[in-house]
Nanobody, 125 residues
Framework: QVQVVESGGGLVQAGGSLRLSCAAS??????????MGWYRQAPGKQRELVAA??????????TYADSVKGRFTASRDNAKNTVYLQMDSLKLEDTGVYYC??????????????WGQGTQVTVSS
């Protein structure tokens, strides 16, 4: 069993910053071998992948949705089994529930294998 637990959501004014954290653990889960990612579910919209980071053994390279590129930064600390999402210059449309996911291999492809419970981010004007 793998547990994925997000933290760090909250209420922030437009233009502000938040950092989300996600800890993944499990008796047979070797964190550094798996890609991680962040999905967002905005009200009335489909869930979208906003950031992905390849496995630690693959170099931890990142990709972003166009809507967040230049404002969000994903990173991982393999020693802590933790992935982060630094969100800067937040906009009203960044409001939503953010889910941390663990992939099925070194690159995030297809439906992620494990999902966190989600953390709410609300950006106010």
């Amino acid at each position: 069993q793998v547990q994925v637990v997000e933290s760090g959501g909250g209420l922030v004014q437009a233009g502000g910053s938040l950092r989300l954290s996600c800890a993944a653990s499990g008796s047979i889960f070797s964190f550094s071998r798996y890609a991680m990612g962040w999905y967002r579910q905005a009200p009335g919209k489909q869930r979208e992948l906003v950031a992905a980071i390849t496995s630690g053994s693959s170099g931890g390279s990142t990709t972003y949705a166009d809507s967040v590129k230049g404002r969000f930064t994903a990173s991982r600390d393999n020693a802590k089994n933790t992935v982060y999402l630094q969100m800067d210059s937040l906009k009203l449309e960044d409001t939503g529930v953010y889910y941390c996911v663990a992939g099925r291999g070194p690159v995030l492809a297809g439906t992620p294998r494990y999902w966190g419970q989600g953390t709410q981010v609300t950006v106010s004007s």
